[in-house]
């Protein structure tokens, strides 16, 4: 079964500073028939103007992931962690019993747009992590590259919780496909650009709910830049 989301649909805020386009319910943003898919809690599609940024603020019992789409995140945490981020390079953290952290946009022009992704951990309490990767364009460029996965398996970052994150940048024609195991499903968001995916047209920021299908088969109509989220089925 495949639902396509289209942006024009989804929840929006603006900040002045901020610009964001939530894919749940956030903030504001209230739908009680969509708070969640699967454990993706959330994903908001977020524009950082220059010199601004979240100040200081807490979470516990999330794992958090920031991947950059452009622009330079900056960031401060109660562990000691202080980092600049830019293009597709990622920031992971799981806040287990509680981490206060601030995440800025400390350029003098350019904006920041980046998905803060929000995934449910499978316990409460658990140790607390933080890290990051500094990915190039040719490791997802025509190809999937897995940047996320659970502790069992062996991508650069690894959460608690049984889900895979994988990007690409697709050029213009090109496709790839993806096998979905039994009793998988997925969340596929189109940062950039737009494709064709199991036949349905994608196009920037559009995103696409994917349950009981055993594979994803995905075409660039332009140059494309995508991430999906694979995880159990609920």
């Known amino acids: 079964m495949l639902k396509k989301l289209k942006k024009e649909n989804m929840g929006t ?13 956030f903030a504001d ?15 908001n599609d977020d524009i950082i103007h220059p010199k601004s940024g979240f100040d200081t603020h807490p979470h516990q019992n ?16 109660s562990m000691g962690n202080e980092e600049t981020l830019k293009r597709g390079e990622v920031q992971y953290l799981s806040a287990g019993d509680g981490i206060y952290h601030s995440e800025h946009n400390l350029h003098e022009s350019k904006d920041l747009r980046l998905l803060q992704i929000w995934i449910i951990p499978p316990a409460t309490g658990l140790p ?9 364009k040719e490791q997802r460029a025509n190809k999937l590259l897995n940047i996320v996965s ?19 940048e697709l050029e213009k024609g090109k496709s790839l496909d993806f096998e979905i195991d039994k009793n998988r499903q997925v969340y596929f968001t189109q940062i950039e650009g737009s494709s064709i995916v199991n ?18 088969q995905i075409k ?13 089925s609920e």
């Not at 943003?29 to 994903?43: E, K």
């Not at 036949?199 to 994803?216: P, Q, S, Y």
């Open 199 to 216: 036949d349905i047209e994608l196009n920037e920021g559009d995103a696409m709910e994917v349950t009981e299908e055993r594979k994803l």
């Open 13 to 25: 805020s603006n900040l002045g500073w901020l610009e964001s386009r939530f894919h749940f319910s």
């Open 150 to 168: 659970s502790k069992e398996k062996e991508a650069p970052i690894q959460l608690y919780q049984d889900v895979n994150f994988y990007v690409s």
């Open 62 to 77: 999330m794992e958090i992931v920031s991947y950059v789409i452009d622009g330079e995140i900056t960031h401060k945490d």
């Open 128 to 136: 607390r992590l933080y890290g990051s990767q500094r990915f190039t």
């Open 220 to 232: 660039a109509l332009e140059n494309s830049h995508f991430l999906f989220i694979e995880m159990k």
């Open 29 to 43: 943003y209230r739908n009680p028939n969509n708070i969640n898919f699967g454990v993706l809690r959330v994903l």
